[in-house]
């Protein structure tokens, strides 16, 4: 049984729906942790109401440096075959990054490239998609590299954006659509059957 690792900031619906997926037997994986640097992210509550150990590691403990270094000696410790960014609203450093290279993958709420980088996270990425006038949004998971929002697509789903959206409304549209993303995502890296090509995730021909 391969082991993952999910590290959220927030609500954790999207930490739920793996959690869901594992359970019902969609998803063959074991939920090593969830690591959050939030006291009162929903994520862990999620976690301890499932029986997944859930580790605080608040940020305003430690500097930058020591912060991050601390992270790597936990996910040293567990060593998972995957760390799944559901919703973590930290950037990694380079050298973490490194030390897992195509070993992590992010959720994020946009149809990446468009929509990412530093500063685009959450519901201002929403804003910035509404503001922009496009028509079409969506979601990326894509493996984390040290340039943010930029390593190689696995896989997105797309949905038009209403006259009458805001924020929020996308925000909540789009939730579904995170949720079996990330999951179909999590499942085709577990299998293996994939190479990476340049920036292009390619599923391998038998
Ligand atoms: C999700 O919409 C995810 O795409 C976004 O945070 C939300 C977490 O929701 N991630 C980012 O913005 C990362 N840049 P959740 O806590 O309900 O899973």
């Not at 992270?71 to 567990?78: G, Q």
């Not at 919703?87 to 990446?112: C, Q, T, Y």
Request: aromatic share 6%; glycine share 8%; proline share 5%.
């Amino acid at each position: 049984m391969k082991n993952i690792v999910v590290l959220a900031s927030g609500n954790g619906s999207n930490l739920q729906a793996i959690i869901d997926a594992v359970e019902s037997g969609t998803l063959e994986a074991n939920i090593a942790a969830v690591i959050s640097d939030r006291k009162d992210s929903g994520a862990l509550e999620r976690a301890n109401r499932h029986g997944i150990p859930a580790i605080v590691m608040l940020r305003s403990q430690s500097n930058r440096d020591t912060y991050f270094n601390l992270l790597h000696d936990r996910l040293r410790k567990i060593n998972p075959d995957l760390i799944v960014l559901a919703g973590f609203m930290k950037i990694m450093p380079a050298w973490l990054v490194e030390k897992f290279p195509m070993r992590i993958i992010n959720l994020h709420p946009s149809l990446l490239p468009c929509f990412g980088g530093p500063g685009f996270y959450g519901h201002r990425v929403h804003e910035k998609v509404i503001e922009s006038g496009a028509k079409i949004t969506g979601c990326t998971v894509h493996f984390v590299t040290p340039d943010v929002d930029s390593g190689p697509i696995v896989f997105q789903k797309a949905m038009e954006v209403h006259d009458d959206d805001d924020a929020a409304s996308l925000a909540e549209r789009l939730s579904p659509l995170e949720h079996s993303l990330i999951v179909d995502a999590v499942n085709f890296i577990l299998s293996g059957e994939f190479e990476v090509v340049g920036n292009r995730v390619i599923r391998k021909t038998l």
